[in-house]
């Protein structure tokens, strides 16, 4: 395997304010991957961007970037990454296109307006280019401060929470962005804590909570573990006690005796829900509604810990 | 070195000061005027002479470094808050570009337009008094040292201030009175003792007198000393400055 373009190793962030953001993290990323982190809020995903960015320095530990170490060599390190941030920070008074510019010079590169404009056009705002920031959609600030990243044409592009208040049909664009960069080798690692939105796009994911990365893998190998499924069944008359009957079936009662929950695991070949459904009918337990969802991330969070305790 | 870089913050900074064109330049020119009419007209026909200088005269030296202190201060402070305040300096914090680098392109620019500034009061003021410039070289480096290094402290003040009224805050409190109190209208050599001592604490007398010293080849204090003490304080801002990037103080976690 080749060298990681991006390699972390032992970095960990106590605050001022004495909360342990991040604990002892390890991380490779390879160039050329789509790299999902995944995890709830504050489950220190921008806290790891951030340093790994320069924004925020790290209690311990130390970071390597193309080769280059970012504490020691910044100037080589950052230039080349790219951070797209979560909060719509933007230059309210400058235009589209002068930010671009502003962004592409402060990070060392001289003015060449073919590249912006491509990178203008690519994200639809090349007619917007003369216009005011603070005269645009929410939407579009974010599509600015992608275009800024971008302008100075980065190696590994950093999304932090891209898809975070942002509509369906912008959320296809930048699923359709993604690609587009991996495709021109753009390494890209993105946060979210939309199981879906790793599943879409990420090849790998790697799972944060509470300041420690529990388990990296390839998506397919994580959504196989992580694909828990619930079925609630509303049942006419509220049950104190499951019958032993159902004991083959992993079942919990909720909302007050009036739900039975079924937890299976949806890429198993048998689900178990029809002979759960033909046992109830035996038993003469009578149901009016059959609701089924994916497990929470929360869900899949504490399995996890709990699976790190063990 | 990351000319770009530089260059980029430089121009950013530039520009905003031409977005706001009227306030930036016109603002001052304007109450420099009004002191004219008041200290130079109203006044002035009452005091005559100090030091056997018309006063209208006297009073330019004190009128333009009193501009050149709290525009140098606001135009760095305002360069470097607003992007903390609006959440954009992670841009800034996240470039290739090393703190000198970054503090060059803000102060280079809040001390240019202090420069522009200082010529055009000195031209506005040519209009009402004569001005005679014995000294134009020893002029042109105060200008410059005081642009540079009250743009410094305006940096610092803007890392260090926490809403808009800190921002204010040392301008209004501290800058505007140790000007009125450093001879800007007077010279300080007319005070009685303890006054005159007192005085020789505010380093708002030494600019001054310095400055002064340049037009009318006379000073309350030795034009070396001014140098001197200017020269310091530029030395103190910068000392903390980088004391500020090596800590991360008010800009990283």
Request: aromatic fraction near 10%; proline fraction near 4%.
């Amino acid at each position: 395997m080749s060298e990681p373009i991006l390699s972390v190793r032992g970095v960990s962030k106590t605050y001022a304010s004495g909360v342990h953001a991040l604990h002892a993290v390890d991380l490779d990323i390879n160039k050329g991957e789509i790299f999902a982190l995944l995890g709830p809020n504050g489950a220190g995903k921008t806290t790891l961007i951030s340093i790994i960015c320069g924004i925020v320095t790290p209690s311990t530990g130390t970071i390597t970037v193309g080769g280059f170490d970012a504490i020691g060599q910044p100037k080589r390190a950052r230039r080349q990454i790219g951070l797209v941030p979560q909060e719509l920070a933007t230059d309210m008074f400058e235009t589209v296109e002068s930010t671009c510019r502003f962004s592409r010079g402060l990070f060392g590169h001289p003015q060449k307006s073919g590249h912006i404009d491509e990178v203008l056009k690519d994200l639809s705002l090349y007619e917007k280019r003369k216009a005011k920031i603070m005269e645009l959609s929410g939407g579009m600030k974010r599509r600015v401060l992608i275009a800024k990243a971008l302008a100075h044409e980065p190696d590994i592009l950093f999304l932090d929470e891209p898809t975070a208040g942002v509509d369906v049909e912008l959320r296809r664009d930048m699923w359709k962005l993604v690609h587009r960069l991996r495709e021109k080798g753009t390494t890209i690692i993105l946060t979210t804590h939309y199981i879906e939105e790793a599943e879409e796009m990420a090849d790998r994911v790697g799972v944060i909570s509470g300041g420690k990365l529990l388990v990296v893998d390839e998506k397919a190998a994580l959504m196989k573990k992580l694909g828990k499924r619930e079925l609630d069944i509303a049942l006419n008359e509220a049950m104190d006690t499951i019958p032993g009957e159902l004991g083959d079936w992993d079942l919990s009662l909720e909302n007050e005796g009036k739900t039975l929950r079924y937890v299976f695991d949806a890429q198993a070949e048998r689900t178990g829900i029809p002979s759960l459904l033909r046992k109830l009918a035996d038993l003469n337990i009578g149901f009016k509604d059959l609701e089924t969802s994916k497990s929470s991330l929360e869900d899949i969070f504490v399995d996890l810990v709990k699976e790190g305790g063990k | 070195m990351n000319v770009h870089g530089i260059l980029a913050i430089y121009k950013f900074e530039m520009a905003r000061a031409l977005r706001t064109l009227w306030q930036s330049l016109v603002t001052p020119v304007i109450t420099t005027s009004l002191y004219f009419v008041v200290f130079g007209g109203a006044l002035g026909s009452q005091i005559k002479e100090v030091d056997g200088i018309a006063y209208g005269s006297f009073i330019v030296p004190g009128l333009i470094m009193m501009s050149l202190l709290t525009q140098s201060i606001s135009n760095a402070s305002i360069g470097i808050y607003f992007p903390k305040f609006t959440g954009t300096i992670f841009e800034l914090l996240s470039a290739p570009i090393s703190s000198m680098e970054m503090v060059i392109g803000f102060v280079g620019a809040a001390a240019t337009k202090s420069v522009v500034l200082g010529l055009i009061i000195l031209a506005t003021a040519a209009l009402f008094v004569p001005i005679p410039i014995h000294h134009p070289f020893a002029m042109v480096a105060f200008l410059l040292l005081t642009s540079i290094t009250f743009s410094l402290f305006g940096f610092i003040i803007g890392v260090w201030a926490k809403g808009f009224e800190q921002l204010n805050f040392v301008p209004a409190l501290l800058i505007t009175p140790l000007t009125f109190l450093g001879g800007a209208f007077y010279s300080i050599s007319k005070l009685p003792d303890p006054w005159r001592t007192f005085s020789l604490f505010n380093p708002v007398v030494y600019l001054v007198s310095g400055f002064r010293w340049s037009f009318f080849d006379k000073g309350d204090v030795p034009v070396g000393i001014s140098l001197a003490a200017t020269g310091g304080f530029m030395l103190l801002c910068l000392v903390t400055i980088a004391w500020i990037f090596r800590t991360g103080y008010r800009l990283k976690n």
